[in-house]
C-alpha cells in the first residue's frame, strides 16, 4: 500500500497519526548579530544546526587554523596506532625554529630529539610552526607528503572548499579554506580524536624553559565554558578564531575569520556563542529504544506492536518552542504478521510550526509471529471489509 500522509486516522489505511502535539506562544527569535569579521559560522556540534552565518563559504587564508588539521592528522596517527606520544623526533634543519624568525614557534634545535607529546603540546598551545614541521616530516616524511596527507583528510570530512600546502598556515598561493569548512574540521576533532581535543583547554606549557600561554583567551572567559579550538594570523588573513563552548548538554562550534585585532576575534566570538546559547537549546525528545506507539498489527499472534527508534532524536530548535513540538508517524504500509524485532515500518517525523525538521526510521521493538490459522483468516477478512 503506497503510503499517504494524513492528520487524522481514519480506519487502517490513513498511515500517519500525530502522536503528540503542543501548543504554546510563538517564541520570537532576534536576527543573529552582526559580526565584524570577513566570514564567520556559528553551528550546533550534535545536530549540525546552522544558528549563523555570513560569508560562510568564502575562500580565505586560515593562518594558523591550518594547525587544526595539522592535528587531527597528528591525532588520527595516534590513534590508528602509526605513531605513538613516546616516538622520538629529530629536528631537522627545515624544522628549526631559526626559520621562522617573525612567527610562533616552540624554539626547537635542529638535531635535538624531541617526543611526539612535546610537539603536539608545542603545536596546539604554543602554536609552533617549527613544530609543525617536525611532526610532519616525522609522519610523512616531508612538509610536502604531510600536505597530501592534510587534504585526503579534508576530502574525506567535505572539506570542499580547502586546501593545504603547508602545515603550519604561514600565507602561500593556494593555501585556503573557508569558516563552513573550519567548523567541520573543529566538530571532527572533537568527535574523532577525542584525546588530542583534550590538549585544546591547556592554557600554557613550557618546553625548553620558556612558558607560553594558549593565545585563545576565551579559555579564561568565566562566563563561557570554552574548551578550545584554535587562533589563527597573519597580515593577510587578519584574525581568526574557532572556538567550541558548552553549556547543559549543548556544544556550539563558533568560527570567525579575518576581524582586525585580537581584541574583535574575541569578542565576534564571544557574541555568537551568547547569541547561540541564549536563544537556541539542543533536546532529545526521544531516546534510542523508546517506545513511540502501539500499533494495530494483522494476522499476528497478538493484536499490537511496539513501535519506536533505534536512535536518539537530538535536535536544536529556538529555546522555549519544545512545547510546539509535533511528533507524527507515517507508516510504510499496513503492519502484517510476521514482523521481525528493528523492522522499518515507517518514518517519524518531528514538526515545528508545520515544517518538517528531523526525521528517524521507525522500527518494531519487538518480533511479532504468524496468528493461529483461524486468527489469520479472521483478520484478512477484516481488512478486505474496512479498506
Known amino acids: 500500500m503506497k503510503s ?32 565584524n569579521a570577513k566570514g564567520y559560522f556559528l553551528v550546533d556540534f550534535t545536530t549540525g544546526k546552522v544558528i549563523a552565518e555570513g560569508e560562510a563559504d568564502t575562500q580565505l587564508a586560515p593562518a594558523s587554523l591550518t594547525k587544526m588539521m595539522t592535528s587531527y592528522v597528528i591525532g588520527t596517527e595516534i590513534k590508528a596506532g602509526n605513531i605513538a606520544t613516546t616516538d622520538m623526533v629529530t629536528v631537522s634543519e627545515k624544522a628549526w625554529a631559526k626559520n621562522f624568525p617573525e612567527s610562533s614557534k616552540m624554539f626547537i634545535e635542529v638535531g635535538k630529539q624531541i617526543s ?34 592534510m587534504n585526503a583528510h579534508a576530502a574525506k570530512l567535505g572539506m570542499s572548499n580547502s586546501h593545504f600546502i603547508n602545515s603550519h598556515g604561514l600565507d602561500t598561493d593556494e593555501h585556503f579554506t573557508t569558516p563552513r569548512d573550519m567548523a567541520t574540521l ?22 625548553n624553559g620558556i612558558k607560553q600561554y594558549n593565545r585563545n583567551s576565551l ?50 566570538s564571544k557574541k555568537l556563542l551568547n547569541y547561540g546559547f541564549r536563544f537556541y537549546e539542543t533536546i532529545t525528545p526521544y531516546k534510542a529504544g523508546d517506545s513511540f506507539a502501539e500499533q494495530r498489527i494483522w494476522m499476528g ?26 511528533a507524527n508517524f507515517e507508516l510504510d504500509n499496513t503492519l502484517e504478521a510476521p514482523l521481525a524485532k528493528g523492522t522499518k515500518v515507517g518514518t517519524l517525523f518531528l514538526q515545528l510550526e508545520g515544517e518538517d525538521i528531523a526525521q528517524y526510521p521507525l522500527v518494531t521493538l519487538e518480533e511479532v509471529e504468524e496468528g493461529s490459522f483461524f486468527s489469520k483468516i479472521y483478520d484478512y477478512l477484516r481488512l478486505q471489509i474496512m479498506q
Open 4 to 35: 499517504i500522509k494524513h492528520k487524522i486516522l481514519k480506519g487502517v489505511c490513513g498511515l500517519v497519526y500525530t502522536a503528540a502535539v503542543f501548543s504554546a506562544s510563538a517564541q520570537i527569535i532576534p536576527a543573529p548579530p552582526q559580526v
Open 301 to 326: 499472534n497478538k493484536e499490537n506492536v511496539s513501535l519506536g527508534i533505534l536512535e536518539d532524536t537530538p535536535i536544536t530548535i529556538p529555546r522555549g518552542q519544545h512545547k510546539n513540538l509535533k
Open 219 to 268: 579559555l579564561w572567559d568565566e562566563s563561557l565554558d570554552v574548551d578550545g579550538i584554535k587562533t589563527g594570523h597573519t597580515s593577510e588573513a587578519g584574525y581568526s578564531l574557532v572556538t567550541s563552548a558548552t553549556k547543559n548538554d549543548m556544544r556550539l562550534i563558533a568560527v570567525v575569520m579575518g576581524t582586525s585585532s585580537e581584541r574583535a576575534r574575541k569578542v565576534e
Open 186 to 207: 573543529g566538530a571532527a576533532l572533537i568527535r574523532d580524536v577525542p584525546d588530542e581535543y583534550a590538549l585544546y583547554k591547556q592554557k600554557s606549557f613550557t618546553y
Open 116 to 149: 611526539v607529546d612535546e610537539l603536539n603540546h608545542g603545536i596546539i598551545i604554543q602554536s609552533g610552526n617549527d613544530a609543525c614541521v617536525a611532526m610532519a616530516e616525522h609522519i610523512a616524511g616531508s612538509e610536502s607528503a604531510f600536505a597530501d596527507l
